[in-house]
């Protein structure tokens, strides 16, 4: 089958999103691969793969269905003349004026969870929706891998994701600090690093760590370069903390859990679609409010509250976890390996060949 895909590749959500799935559709089909941006490659063994689908670029079938991985608002552009399928991620439960005109512009709209589709529906997009969850790598994040990374002396919370208020980074700051004393042997791992932030922002960041009383016990990770750099260190970890507002998907918990880590997550947005009272100590949300970080979200659409009884929540499974010494996820295993990669590219294709 011929298809055109029109995709970051590497180095973001989006980018890691769009190598896996084109390298599981390019096993079996020939796909023109139109990159949005540079190539972003981690690893020598992916090149080759890329160069193939680079080339068919030249010839491409411009009658073939044509995939966009992109964001909601920037969907006018397209490959060829074929049905056209467009796959945003996105947080917020409303669409500005130009975001439903993007989204109603393409034949049919591919999301990644039904909390997804619920948005996109109660928007009033009328175009046809699926549901194509995301994957994970399980050559690199699988916890066999890894069995040796065993540290007994401490327990180590673990967060990744890029400094952002969404991610809720100010409040797990806060309740480490009152969860924990400086003579509990554990720490707070936070890969935050965030490219597109302002530097004095940055700072206001770092100096929310450096006011804590546990700052001894915070470590700030720069740049992870690669995915098994990631793995790698997160392997070290005991207990992933994912306490975000909203996610479009939200790729670092579900490869933590891979990591058969255990997770503690607010029980709302995409990753609703992964996470469960089997794999994650779910907090639970009863209200959302204005989403606005002063940054990227200005208080149009909403995200889920945390407020005082989700912070006792999150504080005591915190404590749970450490005073208990919980280290594994039998569960997240085995969600894991349900949402690999190669699920996802099969159920896209099952959406475009409909």
């Not at 439903?100 to 109660?122: Q, Y």
């Not at 806060?174 to 932030?197: G, Q, R, Y």
């Not at 260190?233 to 933590?256: F, Q, V």
């Not at 499974?317 to 990669?341: A, C, D, L, R």
């Amino acid at each position: 089958m011929n298809i055109n895909l029109n995709s970051p590749i590497g180095g973001t959500g989006y980018g890691v999103a769009g190598i896996n799935l084109y390298k599981n559709l390019a096993t079996n089909h020939n796909v023109a691969l139109f990159p949005i941006g540079n190539p972003n490659l981690e690893y020598e063994e992916d090149v080759n793969i890329v160069q193939r689908g680079l080339s068919n670029q030249e010839l491409f079938d411009y009658n073939a269905p044509s995939i966009k991985i992109w964001h909601q608002f920037d969907l006018a552009s397209r490959v060829g003349k074929g049905k056209y399928f467009a796959y945003p991620f996105f947080e917020l439960t409303l669409f500005n004026d130009k975001e439903i005109h993007h989204l109603n512009f393409p034949d049919e709209l591919i999301v990644s969870s039904r909390w997804a589709k619920e948005i996109v529906t109660t928007n009033n997009i009328r175009q046809p929706i699926h549901i194509v969850p995301l994957g994970v790598d399980r050559e690199i994040f699988n916890h066999k891998l890894f069995t040796s990374n065993i540290i007994e002396d401490k327990y180590i919370f673990i967060t990744v994701g890029k400094w952002e208020i969404r991610k809720s980074h100010d409040v797990i700051i806060e309740l480490f600090n009152k969860a924990f004393e400086p003579s509990d042997n554990v720490e707070l791992w936070m890969i935050t690093h965030n490219p597109f932030l302002p530097p004095e922002i940055e700072k206001e960041w770092h100096n929310l760590v450096q006011n804590s009383k546990m700052r001894q016990h915070i470590k700030i990770f720069p740049r992870i370069k690669t995915q098994k750099e990631l793995a790698n260190i997160i392997s070290y970890a005991h207990c992933g903390l994912y306490i975000s507002r909203s996610e479009g998907w939200n790729l670092d918990m579900l490869e933590t859990m891979a990591l058969n880590k255990p997770i503690i997550t607010t029980n709302y947005s995409a990753h609703t679609e992964f996470c469960n009272s089997q794999n994650a100590f779910l907090v639970d949300i009863t209200d959302l409010e204005d989403a606005n970080d002063g940054l990227w979200f200005k208080g149009f659409g909403q995200w889920a509250k945390i407020g005082d009884s989700q912070k006792d929540q999150i504080i005591n499974y915190m404590k749970y976890v450490y005073s208990n010494n919980i280290k594994q996820n039998p569960g997240g295993v085995e969600t894991s390996e349900q949402f690999s990669w190669k699920n996802s590219a099969d159920k896209l294709l099952r959406c475009i060949t409909a």
